[in-house]
């Protein structure tokens, strides 16, 4: 996990439809393997009961399980299974969900009350624009992991702390990116116009601004959602995840593989490249998205 | 110069202000009473009223709050429920392992990263730019502590050529003045001690360097790219300025400002992947003892922990704002 960057500014068209991005998207191959990536990611989280045939957690088969020994691929456990003797496909493919789940949902909680705050910041201006900024100060000062610590530390370990704490993470990086973007849209002649009309500040604000301005906020809530994988991971790696057993959980995965790095690496090697690979995908489209929505490259 | 400093030091009043007020409020967010959570389950009654009165649990709010203030500014956090060392004791211990693997793991990024991206871009669509612009994106998406198992069982397990875990051989017996044992070695000359210690750097700092790299490369590269295109250095061209002085005091100058606030980003990040690297690599820095104080819920250690590190971070920002500011002048004003 890393402390939120300050993400490139991306200036995006005014007024266009969605259409035309969509279409352009769609002529990015790189932009097709990553939604391909994250359709696969959602499909196995969804459907995951229906994909293998075991409980994720079971530790069913933990008398096979020896100090120097896992029990690799073989009829009925097609990657084999865990050092805790659960079936090690059960296992990823449940990983999936707790990914999904937290990772998505910290994510929309971090873009709902990040997006609020640059709202209210950008849109009002004057003193609670300033509030808002100095609030937002005093949250990049604080390392995003050790925000994420305490919070866990004082809700206890569970998923719903790993959310809350990589949704405050992320609140300033939106907040700051809505108003940078709205503060550029506040002069445009389509706001003047509109004034001029006589529209109420909320109406202007909302039904003009607003949606002239969220492209960049879109780009940064898909880049946030590959970190968010990752950092979902990384809390567990360092005990703050999910506590319950029976939850499959990729990060956690990774930890109770450090001891059988030497006789049986895949245990380690297959949640790595599930967390990096849906990471990729995510990272893919909103790449894609921001080279689309820069008027920049509209000639390439 | 000195307004700026100012200026930007009554920022990080507001926020280690903040800051204590939360932890304080911390250890009484906690489940059961404080006492017991600082003491840990098995706390006997004899204990927890000699907590209580040590810490003042049974005085006022606003009074507890100021003789916690007093304490912090003593530097001290109390000790560790599980070993029952001393917080500021252990974390001073500890640091100059998380310092020499920070600045390894950074000091690889900057010397890897500034001209492969600077390449990069002067090649633009060659196949150094495609390959650097695919690694950084595999840097972004690869877990630090992911990587860096990879590197441990590549390297280290399956090879055998790097050591695979500690810091230091310690049948070495070498002598510790610093803590950062790389600068030990050279320090007191000897030099078996420099190397070894060097050797167990090697995997932990590439983990380490590996994000920060994946983002130098990028920017340096847009950045580089950028700057080519301004006028002042087709103005140069046209002027018949030798190449070399163009690429120097032209391009590199104007594209490194960017990259350094980017590097100055990294404070935060690099810290956490310390700590992640640290656990994989048994690095006894202060990312174990994290380690160690989560899976405890040694909350002693925990509050010490998020202060030291903020503290460090403030500064580290502090300075880098403040090196910033002499690099390019125009950061002043803003």
Known sequence: ?300 | MIAFIARRLALVVPVLFGLSVLLFFWVRLLPGDPARALLGERATQEGIDRVNRIYGFDKPVPEQYLLFLGRIARGDFGASIRTGQDVTAGFLERFPATVELAIAGLGLAIVLGVPLGYLAARRRDGLLDHLSVGASLMGVVVPVFFLAYLLKWVFAIRLGWLPSAGRQDVRLDATHPTGLFVLDGVLTGEWDAAWDAALHLVLPALALGAIPLAIIVRITRASVLEVLDEDFVRTARAKGLARNVIRRRHVLRNAMLPVSTTIGLQAGALLAGAVLTETVFALNGVGEFLFTAINHLDYPVLQGFILFIAVIYAVVNLLVDVSYSIIDPRARLS
């Open chain 1, 1 to 300: 996990m890393s402390a939120p960057a300050a993400p490139p500014p991306v200036t995006v068209r005014v007024g266009g439809s969605w259409r035309p991005v969509a279409r352009r998207l769609v002529r990015r191959p790189a932009a097709l393997v990553g939604a391909a990536i994250v359709l696969l990611f959602v499909l196995v989280a969804v459907f995951a009961p229906l994909l293998t045939p075991y409980q994720p957690g079971s530790a069913e088969w933990a008398g096979l399980i020896t100090p120097s020994s896992v029990p690799g691929p073989g009829p009925g456990h097609l990657l084999g299974l865990d050092s805790f003797g659960s079936d090690l496909l059960t296992q990823l493919v449940h990983g999936a969900r707790q990914s999904l789940t937290i990772g998505v949902t910290a994510t929309a909680l971090g873009l709902a009350v990040g997006s609020a705050l640059g709202l209210l910041a950008g849109g009002l201006g004057g003193w609670v624009d300033t509030a808002a900024m100095r609030l937002t100060d005093v949250m990049l000062s604080i390392p995003a992991l050790l925000l994420a610590v305490s919070v866990a530390a004082v809700m206890g370990r569970s998923p719903l702390a790993v959310m809350i704490a990589i949704a405050a993470a992320q609140v300033p990086v939106f907040a700051r990116l809505l108003r940078g973007s709205m503060l550029a849209q506040r002069n445009r002649d389509y706001v003047v116009a509109a004034r001029s009309l006589g529209l109420s500040r909320g109406r202007i604000v909302l039904g003009e601004m607003l949606p002239n301005s969220v492209g960049p906020v879109i780009v940064q809530a898909t880049l946030v959602l590959a970190t968010a994988t990752i950092e979902v991971a990384a809390l567990s790696f360092l005990g703050l995840g999910q506590a319950d057993p029976t939850v499959a959980e990729w990060g956690r995965m990774l930890v109770k593989a450090q001891a059988r790095l030497e006789t049986a690496p895949h245990l380690a090697l297959l949640p790595g490249v599930c967390i990096a690979v849906t990471a990729l995908g995510f990272t893919l489209i909103g790449e894609a998205l921001r080279e689309v929505l820069d008027p920049k490259n509209t000639t390439r």
